[in-house]
């Protein structure tokens, strides 16, 4: 069946539909990795987003159970040059357009996708809707849509879990938290806590943690309350503390630095960062619409421990002071490069530390 999508800014795109038959409306983003479409899908990064594509075939290795960020997939629609019916991986257990009906998603096919991914980068991200008929009404739904700020209210837990280990004990504060920052944990059999974003300091201190994680998360950093600034201000004078995407951003705000909006948000995997002090360029995967301004960083408190080597943007901090930095990029990958993953290295490094002088 035809399909359409429709730009905020009036251009319109068509192709043939898959997924739900659904009206959609959302953020319209695109990703430029080659691979891991289920990763992306699922990462709770997205809610609300539409992602265009640029990989020319999308579904050939089907759903399988390794590859979830998160339970339920946060994205409002997905957008492919091709795609794949026929799962060519043998773990397969439903190919793309069912997992999508499952999920009320709708998808579009047949799109030229580099023309669409041209056109963001010039216009930036945008609302985008995607329809059965493009008239006038569809474009005024579309102009009338109020697009929601309150993606890691809809994405981060409300209740506190453990993931179980017999290592350090960590605490993970939930912005949105991607499954891959979990797996790389019990890679270190790691005791892990994950707790709200409207936790209290108490009710962390309390657990006696030996290291706290700020999550990967959604939306715009600045849309959440002071209360969790003023919860990293006092988390990072106890606790070894790790920032991680919007936990980045969030640690940069914490410690009286601004942040700038991208003109298109950046999603993509292989990408060049160096590590500042060693030189040595480590490839990661990218997510992002927010950098941390250089021109308002306070350099009192924090200093410029990796930067990109395309845009030259901030990609990792430090504290002067006390034991907490953290990281644009997603070091644990899923999807991407694994290379990146020395950053929990630093992280548990700086918990033995921490560990042992004050035992």
């Known amino acids: 069946m035809e399909r359409h999508l429709i730009l905020e800014d009036g251009t319109v795109f068509s192709g043939q539909g898959f997924g739900a038959p659904a009206t959609t409306f959302g953020e319209i983003i695109f990703d430029t990795a080659s691979s891991g479409y289920q990763e992306t899908i699922t990462n709770p990064i997205y809610d609300g987003q539409m992602i265009v594509f640029a990989m020319p075939v999308v579904g050939a290795d089907g759903i399988h159970a390794e590859a979830y960020e998160s339970i339920n997939p946060k ?63 569809a474009k005024d739904q579309l102009a009338a849509t109020v697009l929601t700020n309150k993606q890691v209210q809809n994405t981060a837990t409300p209740k506190a879990y453990a993931n179980p280990g017999r290592g350090f004990h960590i605490i993970v504060i939930d912005f949105g938290l991607k499954h891959g920052i979990l797996r790389v944990l019990g890679d270190y059999d790691a005791n892990v806590t994950v707790l709200p974003y409207t936790t209290s300091v108490d009710e962390v201190l309390t657990l006696d943690p030996d290291g706290i994680i700020l999550s990967t998360g959604p939306g715009n950093p600045e849309d959440l309350p002071e209360s969790v600034l003023t919860l990293i201000r006092v988390l990072q004078t106890k606790v070894p503390m790790l920032g991680i995407g919007l936990g980045h951003e969030l640690f940069a705000l914490a410690n009286n630095s601004a942040l700038a909006a991208l003109p298109a948000e950046y999603h993509g995997m292989n990408h060049p960062i160096q590590e500042i002090i060693s030189k040595e360029i480590i490839y990661a995967r990218q997510g992002r619409g927010y950098v941390v301004d250089p021109d308002e960083l306070d350099s009192k408190k924090l200093f410029v421990t990796h930067r990109d080597m395309i845009d030259h943007s901030i990609q990792g901090l430090r504290h002067r002071e006390y034991p907490a930095f953290s990281v644009q990029f997603f070091p644990d990958g899923a999807p991407g490069p694994e290379e990146a993953k020395r950053v929990f290295l630093d992280f548990f490094e700086t918990v033995v530390d921490y560990v042992q002088k004050n035992n």
């Open 75 to 137: 994205i409002r629609g997905m957008i492919v040059h091709d795609l794949a019916e026929v799962s060519t991986n043998r773990q397969r257990r439903m190919n793309l357009d069912r997992f999508l009906q499952q999920y009320n998603i709708p998808g579009l096919a047949q799109v030229d996708t580099r023309k669409l991914i041209r056109h963001l980068r010039e216009t930036g991200s945008q609302k985008a809707t995607i329809v059965d008929v493009v008239d006038e009404h």
